[in-house]
């Protein structure tokens, strides 16, 4: 199967509009301060590279039309949006309930575990319907009908954005990172830091579950 990209002057304004999108803090980027802050760099980069492997699943998904149903299902849109934003609260009351000793202030960087934060970070981004709904709306927009291959220039642009959302999000990362060195210096932090960073999670949550409906 032959593989089309879109044209030139398509993905220079599609790069340009997609950077201007990234840089503004959604749910995700949320998610990456939080874990970056209160875990250090690599913690953040780990998140922010689980997140982005879930954007890949919801690009595939956006080339094959599987975004159109969900869009298209009021009850689909609602198990997914639901089961994400009980997935962050989860998290956030997981967080607030574990003991500051079993997360040791000066715990080696190895025992932290990383494959867990891959996949809390894949799970949130992953059932969040709006990342499908926003490719579904945004994507098209900068295809070229007239070169053919539609699915192949929507998976083109969907990496284009995933690769600029990575870069983007791990400049977050790195900035959330250096101040939560500085943070954890502080007792009253080390000591309170849990209850921040849970109410941040299920702040999250419950705005994934109000915000918005299926036909926005």
């Not at 503004?24 to 990456?32: D, K, N, Q, R, S």
């Not at 715990?107 to 499908?132: E, H, S, W």
Request: glycine share 10%; charged share 15%.
């Amino acid at each position: 199967m032959e593989f089309i990209i879109p044209s030139t002057a398509n993905l220079a304004l599609f790069v340009g509009a997609a950077l201007v999108l990234l840089v503004i803090p959604g749910p995700a980027v949320l998610y990456i301060i939080t874990q970056s802050v209160e875990q250090g760099r690599k913690a953040g980069l780990v998140s922010d590279l689980g997140i982005h492997t879930a954007t890949l699943v919801h690009v595939v998904a956006a080339a094959l039309g599987l975004s159109a149903l969900l869009a298209s299902s009021a009850l689909a849109f609602s198990i997914v949006k639901y089961a994400g934003a009980a997935y962050l609260i989860w998290l956030g009351l997981k967080k607030i309930c574990t003991r500051p000793a079993a997360a040791a202030i000066d715990a080696p960087r190895m025992q932290r575990r990383y494959g867990r934060l891959f996949r809390d970070g894949f799970i949130v981004n992953l059932l969040n319907p709006k990342t499908a709904l926003f490719f579904l709306a945004f994507l098209p927009q900068f295809v070229d009908v007239g070169r053919g291959h539609v699915a192949s220039q929507v998976v083109f642009l969907g990496l284009v954005f995933t690769l600029l959302g990575l870069a983007s999000d791990a400049c977050y990362a790195l900035a959330a990172s250096a101040a939560g060195r500085w943070l954890r210096r502080s007792r009253g932090y080390l000591q309170f830091e849990r209850y921040v960073g849970g109410a941040m999670l299920i702040g999250l949550g419950v705005t994934a579950a109000l915000a918005g409906n299926h036909k926005k």
